[in-house]
């Protein structure tokens, strides 16, 4: 038989879930050592090298600050440990009030990387 649970109650629990998530000083994390694979085109960008997934997503790869033109536009499959790091509008002023170049939100970004070409 199906129990229906309190809006209330769903809503304490998310609300437990998200302040799990948030450091004192504000910056989110998700850092429990994860491991994951993850297939996407290989793509350069300002913050380093890249994976944009079918879906849209994109991971940073720690340690690789471009890919060779080779590589560029093909697929790859990449493990890694995933970290995520949160940025807010606050940590992209300075002290004046002018804002540093970046971008707001989640940032996922994979470690200790094992990448190889997948079959395009």
Avoid: H
């Amino acid at each position: 038989m199906l129990r229906l649970v309190p809006r209330d109650v769903i809503s304490l629990l998310l609300l437990i879930l998200v302040c799990g998530c948030v450091t004192k000083s504000g910056e989110k994390t998700n850092n429990m050592d994860t491991t994951i694979t993850v297939s996407g085109l290989a793509q350069n960008g300002k913050g380093g090298a890249l994976l944009l997934t079918l879906d849209s997503l994109i991971y940073y790869i720690e340690g690789v600050d471009f890919w060779n033109a080779e590589v560029v536009g093909k697929k790859i499959q990449a493990t890694g440990i995933l970290r995520i790091e949160t940025v807010t509008e606050g940590e992209l002023k300075n002290e004046l009030g002018e804002y540093s170049q970046g971008v707001v939100g989640d940032r996922r970004i994979l470690t200790e990387v094992k990448w190889e070409r997948g079959k395009d």
